[in-house]
Each structure stands twice: as structure tokens, then as C-alpha cells.
């Protein structure tokens, strides 16, 4: 057992820290404020490979690991929860889905922009009457032959309003319920696609959230992924890795909020000496250090698990509940550990409170989470996955 970073991942590691500081930081609390897309920082995060991290280099990505993806989304999401979002929706649902399922052609036409954040991509599976009982589609696909038609409307989708490909997950054969279900590939010019109002939203602010209406939308055939009723098992495995990329983010912001707080307790003084010396505040770092250690070994772990090719499904719906949770916990205690401060914008804290709570909701809430791992444990298996995907 080997619990070192390798060189390669330390080198990730510092170049996300460094962009996240250098590019993300500033202006974040002001993007947050006004719900202002980050698009310059979009653009910096392509140029820089963030957004097509795992995406093969003969597809234009940075042919990296699930690990390297992990630490950098972690790093980002220390300082920008919108942009960190942004990123991991492309790169572990859309670029991760399309080049795992989609054929050679689908690969040359969209993986290539995609990877490198010349376009970006969504992933349209929730519905105003399907989030959680993800099976219950009511967005349709019509087989005509040559093309489907599509019509439906998707909710709470990340990239919904900055989007040029999205992910859409459609029923085409409602007898077969779940095995009637399949995933498109959809372009955001095509006819009959529209994009509702921006979300109003407590956290990510400057990420755009939107409802997506597809009216009569003519989908080619060839942008079916997967053999016919592929559709929910592709939602489903894509989002089994997407939990890794989520559980990264809530780490960045547990671990954000830590640094945060971490210095300020040195700065602050009160009753003769810095708070850091005060009990009341040492005991609370020291209890955020510990959990944001054990939230840490169960992402990584996570992440090995994919990369060695290895069952990590229960892994990751473990790090993303835990590590979410760990994040809730204690942004909230930061904000208590700045006092008044930790009130208002300008330390940061109380944005990443705000941000947290997000991660114990989309790709699968927490209880969503605990569904996964009790069906393992009704079955009897422990928690040592051995068995090679
Ligand atoms: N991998 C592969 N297959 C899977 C799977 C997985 N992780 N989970 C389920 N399946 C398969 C099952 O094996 C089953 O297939 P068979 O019938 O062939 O055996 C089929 O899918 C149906 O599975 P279930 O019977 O378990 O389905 P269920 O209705 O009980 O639902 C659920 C299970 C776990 C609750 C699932 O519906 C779910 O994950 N819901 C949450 C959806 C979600 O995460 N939404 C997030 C929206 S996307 C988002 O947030 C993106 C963003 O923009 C940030």
C-alpha cells in the first residue's frame, strides 16, 4: 500500500493550485455576486487542459488519470465552485461518457472540441418530475427511421445556457420502462432546442443553471450512443464517475475553508492571544483536519479504484456522501470560526458554506447515495472491491 502522490500528480497538483490562485481568485466573489459567467476563466481552463483532462491525447486531452482530474478538481474548487463545476461536468459526464460509449465518428466530431473547451457540454437527465427516481423520464424520442424526434424538458442542467453539445437521456420505448430509455448526443443550434431563464441559485452562482425545452428536435440516428436501450445504464455509469468528480469538489471546498480558516485563527487575537490558542477553536480545526482527511482517503481511493480498472461504484457514492457532508460541516464552522467576518463576502468563507450544500444534491443527492451503498450491504458484499471491471 502506497499512500504518496508520484511526481506526475504533485506537478497536477501545484499547476491547479497555481491556476486556481492566479486566474480563479480574482474577481470570484464579484462573478458570485452579480451570477456572472466565468468566461474568461472558461477560456484560461481549456487553453490550460482542465477541461479535457482524462480525454485521450489522440482526442486533443490531456490523457491523464482519474487522480490527476481528482487533485486538480480539488484545487479548483478550493477558490471557484462555478468554474470547478464547469469543468467537472465536461470533463467526467460529457468528454468521459462520449469517448467510453460513443463511436469512432462521434468521437472525431465532438470529443475533439470538447476536450479541449473550444465547446462545452451538458448533461441533460433531470426532469421537473425526474431527479432523483432518475427512471421516471418523460422526455421522448421518437424512432422515425433515419432520425429520432425529441421532446421533452430537462431541468437544473449545468452548462444549460453556454452549452454547444448536450447529453440528453430520452424514453423511446415506455413499455420497456428503463430498457426503453436512450442517450443522444444533441447540438444546441439545432431547431427546436430552447434555453429557459438562468437559476437563481444559493451557491455556484456564476455557473449557469438553466431548463432546457426541446420541441420537435430532429436527431440524427448516429447520435444514439450505445446499442438501442443503452440509455439508463449509460446515465448511470457516467454518473458513477461524475460522483468522483463531485467528491472532489466538496474536498476543495472542506479543504478551502480549512487553509481559510486555519490562517485566520493565527491572525485573529482575542483575550491576549491568537484564537488558534483559544481550545474552542484549536478543537474545531483539529476536527475539520481529521475529517477532511478521512473524506480525502475515501476520494482518492475512489479514484484509484477506476483507474485500476476496478468496481468503484460503491466507492464513489462513499466519498461523494462523506465528503459532502464533511464539506456542509465545515463551512459551516468556518463561518463560526471568522465570527462576524465569516458573515460577509470578502473572506470567502460563507460563499464556500453556500457551495457545499450543492454537492449534497446533484449527481445523485445524499440519500440517493445511501441507496447505492445499502443495496450493497442488503447483499452481503463488504466494502473490498476486488474484482476487475
Ligand atoms: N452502473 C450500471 N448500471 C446501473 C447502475 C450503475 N451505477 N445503477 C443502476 N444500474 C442499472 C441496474 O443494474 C438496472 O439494470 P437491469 O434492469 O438491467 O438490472 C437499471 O440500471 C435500473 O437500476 P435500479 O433498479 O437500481 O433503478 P432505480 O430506479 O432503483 O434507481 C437510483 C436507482 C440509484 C436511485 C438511480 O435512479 C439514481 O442514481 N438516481 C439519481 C440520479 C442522479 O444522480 N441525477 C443527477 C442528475 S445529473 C447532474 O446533477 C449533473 C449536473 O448538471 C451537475
Redesign the pocket.
Known amino acids: 500500500m502506497n499512500f504518496e502522490l508520484s511526481d506526475l500528480h504533485l506537478a497536477v497538483q501545484e499547476s491547479a493550485r497555481t491556476f486556481a490562485q492566479k486566474e480563479l481568485k480574482p474577481g470570484v466573489i464579484e462573478r458570485d455576486s452579480g451570477m456572472i459567467y466565468p468566461t474568461e476563466q472558461v477560456k484560461r481552463m481549456g487553453e490550460q487542459g482542465f477541461l479535457g483532462m482524462m480525454v485521450s491525447e489522440k482526442y486533443g486531452g490531456g490523457g491523464m488519470d482519474t487522480m490527476s482530474y481528482v487533485l486538480a478538481m480539488e484545487e479548483m474548487s478550493k477558490v471557484d465552485n462555478s468554474c470547478s463545476?464547469i469543468m467537472s461536468?465536461n470533463n467526467s459526464?460529457v468528454c468521459w461518457g462520449i469517448e467510453t460509449f460513443g463511436t469512432e465518428a462521434q468521437k472525431q466530431k465532438y470529443l475533439t472540441k470538447l476536450a479541449t473547451g473550444e465547446w462545452i457540454g451538458a448533461?441533460c437527465?433531470?426532469e421537473p418530475e425526474a431527479?432523483?427516481?432518475?427512471?421516471s423520464q418523460r422526455t421522448t424520442a421518437v424512432d422515425m427511421g433515419d432520425h429520432y424526434v425529441l421532446n421533452g424538458t430537462k431541468n437544473?442542467?449545468?452548462n444549460g445556457g453556454t452549452s454547444k453539445v448536450h447529453l440528453v437521456i430520452a424514453q423511446t420505448d415506455p413499455e420497456k420502462k428503463?430498457?426503453g430509455i436512450n442517450a443522444f448526443i444533441v447540438e444546441t443550434d439545432w431547431d427546436g432546442v430552447e434555453v429557459g431563464a438562468k437559476e437563481d441559485k444559493l451557491g455556484i452562482r456564476s455557473s449557469d443553471t438553466h431548463t432546457i425545452m426541446y420541441t420537435d428536435v430532429k436527431v440524427p440516428k448516429e447520435n444514439r450512443i450505445g446499442e438501442d436501450g443503452f440509455g439508463?445504464?449509460f446515465a448511470?455509469?457516467t454518473?458513477?464517475g461524475?460522483r468522483i468528480g463531485i467528491a472532489a469538489q466538496a474536498l476543495g471546498i472542506a479543504g478551502g475553508a480549512f487553509e481559510l480558516s486555519t490562517a485566520y485563527a493565527h491572525e485573529r487575537a482575542a483575550f491576549g492571544k491568537p484564537i488558534i490558542n483559544h481550545q474552542a477553536i484549536a478543537f474545531k480545526l483539529a476536527d475539520m483536519a481529521t475529517d477532511i482527511e478521512a473524506a480525502k482517503m475515501l476520494v482518492y481511493r475512489s479514484a484509484w479504484l477506476k483507474d485500476q480498472n476496478m468496481d468503484y461504484?460503491t466507492a464513489s457514492s462513499m466519498a461523494k456522501l462523506y465528503a459532502s457532508e464533511v464539506a456542509m460541516k465545515h463551512t459551516v464552522e468556518a463561518v463560526q470560526i471568522h465570527g462576524g467576518y465569516g458573515f460577509v463576502k470578502e473572506y470567502h468563507v460563507e460563499r464556500l458554506m453556500r457551495d457545499a450544500k450543492i454537492t449534497q444534491i446533484?449527481?445523485?443527492t445524499s440519500e440517493?447515495q445511501r441507496?447505492?451503498i445499502s443495496r450493497q450491504v442488503a447483499k452481503g458484499n463488504l466494502y473490498v472491491p476486488t474484482n476487475k471491471l
Open positions: 463545476v461536468v459526464l448533461f437527465l433531470s431527479g432523483s427516481d432518475a427512471t437544473w442542467i449545468t428503463h430498457k439508463f445504464k448511470m455509469k454518473l458513477t461524475g461504484t446533484y449527481e445523485g440517493v441507496i447505492v
